[in-house]
């Protein structure tokens, strides 16, 4: 059996030995400066995108509340015109007011003195029309005690005319004629003054006629009082020969012979 060749053993193991060696050292070997700057350098980039990203969340935080700010002067800017123009209006207002109690005050003056010159039927008139044109016065209540006791002495004016008219026959007639143009009269008042006469008389008296019948009746609207209604009525008046023969008031109404 053959020894084992020394030089050949040597010649396997000194190569794997140096192989081994290489390998620790490669394990070893420190890291290059240019790949820790690489390392550091993306970390700084990292965190540089990171303290942007806070910024900008930052920014507009900031924005939101400027915007708000903003908004809220607006408001108050838009708050603040409308209290200068209510205090306008106001003031406005009171001047008309007391423009109006000044104004008010003077018309009544006037309506006032027509009273005092005895022309009640006049300041009645004028009180009522006071009354619309300034509902809201102090002096309204004033306007409407003056129209109640101006009423009471119309009325007792007109009885008193009344009376002195029945009293004289002139004036009496003057009465009757008066309310038959303005068709407040019965047919008790109107036969006197109807009869015997002529187409032309009559209708000087009552006017022109509303209706002709074929008859020759003539007919005047609203002329008369029906005693049964107590409303203005037609009458109807007919003659014969020319002259008024009879009347009546209304279609229905019952034939008078003056």
Known sequence: MKSPNP?????????????????????????????QSLDNLEKIRADLVAVRRALEAETDKVEMVKSASDSAQRTLAEKDQQ?????????????????LKKQDAIVFAEISAIQQQGLPGSAVSRYEKFIDDYPKSPLVVHARAAIENLTGEIQRQDETRRATRLENPILRKTDVMSRIREGNVTSEELAPQLRRRSISEVTALLGSPSQTFRDGSLGFADKAIDSYTGERSMLIVEFTSGRVSSFRVGYTGQRVVP
């Open 7 to 35: 030089w050949l053993a040597l010649s396997v193991a000194v190569p794997a030995m140096l192989l081994m060696s290489c390998s620790e050292v490669k394990r070893q070997e420190p890291v290059a400066p240019e790949k």
């Open 83 to 99: 209290l200068a123009a209510k205090e306008t209006l106001i003031k406005d207002l009171q001047g008309e007011l007391d423009r």
